[in-house]
């Protein structure tokens, strides 16, 4: 990688985000302007494409989660080959190596081999959470999403044995509590859905797992981690789709060429791959708190905005009342983790 005095403006970020327990997590100057930008693009990306993929499911009623999932696979390996081979950004997590390597395949056969299991992994959650998004409503989807830390610690405990303290256990518990509450007043429920959703959950702490103990040793990047799973997954879903006949489907959808549907899987494919690079960038630029604060802050306007667009939750006291124990639960959980608890 270049040093940073070579390094100009124009090159993205190619270092990972600082590691648990870094000081850098906790000491450090002020918000730069662009750490800024970097924060709020991650809040507009989350919750946007959250709103992009609920319009294309449930608004224009479209059949296919696996063809949009297919299309963002291929809209993210499109800007990544293009960036990469702009000599904008680099696959590889070495710091020896730089951007100037100009080899066709960008990863080696090796390492994609090495990623397999992380790209699998990738591709089951990527279809379920695409899939639960159409059967439940925005403010519920986010809610139960956060429950997701619970699967986590399962599968880190079956993994590793990894145990976590009273504080956390107790954030988390708080933060079933509310999607119990919250959920028991869902008057709008769909027990399809909600099933779907706790599926979403659990692939996600799988993936998540799997990052933990493949992603890191791979020598590779988020760049190449990105480009491994869209070379991998992409044909994989393409061959599923047209064996599912949902390609035949799409071709036959009755808003296909429709300019507003259009535009809306346009953005969902754009929005899916800056919201992995802004993630990336956000907590590069700031910090793993900076992106936990946002990861909250964005919930709320995900949740009033799926409201005010969507519909599908009528007012009830105790839902409110669920949803803000997922929050404070949520945010106790991001404390005692940073902090070391």
Known sequence: MASTSSMNNSVLPLTDPPRAGDERLFKGSGMTKRGAYAAISYMSCAVLLVMFNKAALSTYSFPCADVITLFQMICSCAFLYALRRWKLISFSGAESLTITDNSITFVPLKTLRRTLPLSLTYLLYMLVVMESVRGVNVPMYTTLRRTTV????????????????????????????????????????????????????????????????????????????????GIICGPIVLFWAYFRGDLDMTLNFPYLFSPGFLVVLLLSCILAF???????????????????ICGNLKDIFTIGLGWMLFGGLPFDFLNVVGQLLGFIGSGLYAYYKLIGK
Do not use: H
């Open 150 to 229: 619970v699967f986590t610690m399962i599968v880190e405990y079956i993994l590793s044995g990894q145990k976590y303290t009273a504080p956390v256990v107790g954030s988390v518990a708080l933060i079933v509590v509310g999607a119990f509450i919250a959920g028991a007043r869902d008057l709008s429920f769909d027990s399809y859905g909600y099933a779907i959703l706790f599926l979403a959950n659990i692939s996600t702490a799988v993936y998540l797992a799997t990052i933990a103990r493949i992603g890191k040793s791979s020598g590779l990047n988020s760049f190449g981690l990105m480009w491994c799973n």
């Open 274 to 292: 800056f919201l992995n690079y802004s993630i990336f960038l956000n907590t590069t630029l700031n910090s793993a708190l900076t992106q936990t």
